[in-house]
Nanobody, 121 residues
Framework: VQLQASGGGVVQAGGSLRLSCEAS????????MGWFRQAPGKEREFVAA????????YYADSVKDRFTTSGDNAKNTVYLQMSSLKPEDTAAYYC???????????????WGQGTLVTVSS
């Protein structure tokens, strides 16, 4: 499956952005779709995930109640709605597809290119 992430940009603290990740080549209905982020000099970290088959969602504590992930199986697209953004949310955001643990980086088989989110204070 090929993944194409989009929607990054520059936003002021407290603002919102919606990231999209479109899958092609194979339907993602059997995958867990995850969002990860990586800030300069830091390791890639889990942000959110959705199991496409069940709709179950998972969130990192740092984004819980601010970010929401959802999916549209008909469009083979997952979304990450980010609200109440903080400067510490600044990072390159990646979408990924996998079949293992929802929160573990190495569980994911396919990765999209990153989309940069910059939150100014």
């Amino acid at each position: 499956v090929q993944l194409q992430a989009s929607g990054g940009g520059v936003v002021q603290a407290g603002g919102s952005l919606r990231l999209s990740c479109e899958a092609s080549g194979r339907t993602f209905s059997t995958y867990t779709m995850g969002w990860f982020r990586q800030a300069p000099g830091k390791e890639r970290e889990f942000v959110a995930a959705i199991r496409s088959s069940s709709g179950s969602t998972y969130y990192a504590d740092s984004v819980k109640d601010r970010f929401t992930t959802s999916g549209d199986n008909a469009k083979n697209t997952v979304y990450l709605q980010m609200s109440s953004l903080k400067p510490e949310d600044t990072a390159a955001y990646y979408c990924a597809a996998g079949r293992g643990s929802a929160t573990v980086v190495r569980s994911y088989e396919c990765w999209g290119q990153g989309t940069l989110v910059t939150v100014s204070s």
